[in-house]
């Protein structure tokens, strides 16, 4: 488990599918990250998380309020699958409509950043996105993440047609993010 300030990263439970689903079916949360989720699909999703963190020891963690225990999101890293983050540390997050612009993004983000570089051996951490996510983008942009000219993708999951299909990558490498925590 990690704990920043305000917020606590930990393993998921099965009873916070619910709280998740509401989440992945918010079509506000879903419009730059894809279609808005069934419960069923939610499930499915929430114990792939808790097969990965049993067996890599880290995934998308579930991410709750410290102040009232609420699932807020999730946030973590995961072995990337697609594109030019394909076997690499990938850092992710999903936050609650209303908890936008609150800065818990960023917090949870800076703290798995600094999990994967004391607990990882990776010499970078890496994100991608929908082009058009600028809420995401700015986040990684606050990290210290560099955007990578080049490494934009059409996300292989995806239809041709889809209008989330264009993704941008972004970069952390060790020695920018050791200066940056000195």
């Not at 079916?25 to 894809?34: I, K, N, Y």
């Not at 690499?88 to 600094?114: H, Q």
Request: hydrophobic residues 45%; contains cysteine.
């Amino acid at each position: 488990m990690i704990e920043t300030a305000r917020l606590r990263l930990r393993p998921w439970r099965e009873a916070d599918v619910t709280a998740f689903h509401a989440i992945c079916s918010d079509p506000v949360v879903m419009a730059t990250l894809g279609p808005v989720m069934t419960l069923a699909d939610t499930e499915a999703l929430v114990q792939r998380c808790i097969a990965m963190q049993a067996r890599e020891g880290h995934c998308f963690w579930a991410l709750e309020r410290r102040a009232d225990a609420r699932l807020i999101g999730w946030c973590g890293v995961i072995r990337g699958s697609v594109g030019p983050v394909e076997g690499r540390a990938e850092i992710g997050w999903r936050l609650a409509s209303d908890c936008w612009g609150k800065g818990y993004a960023s917090e949870a983000a800076r703290a798995t950043v600094d999990w994967v570089f004391t607990h990882l051996p990776d010499d970078a951490v890496w994100a991608i996105t929908h082009v058009g996510n600028t809420r995401s983008c700015a986040v990684m942009e606050r990290l210290g993440m560099a955007y990578q000219p080049g490494l934009e993708f059409d996300h292989p999951r995806l239809a041709a047609e889809d209008p989330l299909l264009r993704h941008v990558t972004y970069r952390l490498v060790r020695e920018d993010w050791r200066r940056g925590a000195a």
